[in-house]
C-alpha cells in the first residue's frame, strides 16, 4: 500500500494517540483467547493499512516510535505484555477491552486506574 492521501507519517503523528492505540488493539486482538500470544508485527501491518507504508528513514523511524509508544500505551493499561519472543500476550483487562463498547474510553479508564 502507498502513502494514503492525508499525508502518511503526518496523518501518523496527527491522529490522537489513546483512540489510535485502543483501536488498533482491537484489530490485533481480535479472535485472540486469554494468555494468547498475538505477532507484534500484526500491529505494524495495521498501521501500515491505515496510514500507508512509511517512504525514507525519517518516516520508518517515525512509525516505529508510535508503534512502541501504542505496545508501552497497552502495557500501561495492563491489557497486553510483550513476551521474551517478542510478541504481545493478551491479559484479563485487554479481553475487557474488546469487550467494551467504546474501547478508546474505557482504555483511558484503564490508563487512570
Known amino acids: 500500500m502507498t502513502e494514503n ?20 488493539f482491537v484489530v490485533a486482538f481480535a479472535g485472540v483467547g486469554l494468555g494468547r500470544q498475538r505477532a507484534r508485527n500484526v500491529l505494524d501491518k495495521e498501521i501500515y493499512r491505515r496510514f500507508g507504508k512509511p517512504r525514507g528513514s525519517d518516516a520508518y523511524y ?16 495492563r491489557i497486553s505484555a510483550r513476551t521474551s519472543t517478542g510478541g504481545l500476550t493478551l491479559l484479563p483487562d485487554g479481553a475487557r477491552l474488546l469487550a467494551a463498547t467504546d474501547t478508546a474510553d474505557e482504555l483511558r479508564a484503564l490508563l487512570r486506574a
Not at 5 to 24: R, Y
Not at 63 to 73: E, K, T
Open 5 to 24: 492521501a492525508a499525508g502518511g507519517v503526518e496523518a501518523l503523528l496527527g491522529e490522537e494517540i489513546v483512540p489510535l492505540a485502543a483501536g488498533t
Open 62 to 77: 517515525a512509525y516505529q516510535a508510535v508503534i512502541a509508544q501504542i505496545v508501552l500505551i497497552w502495557e500501561q493499561a
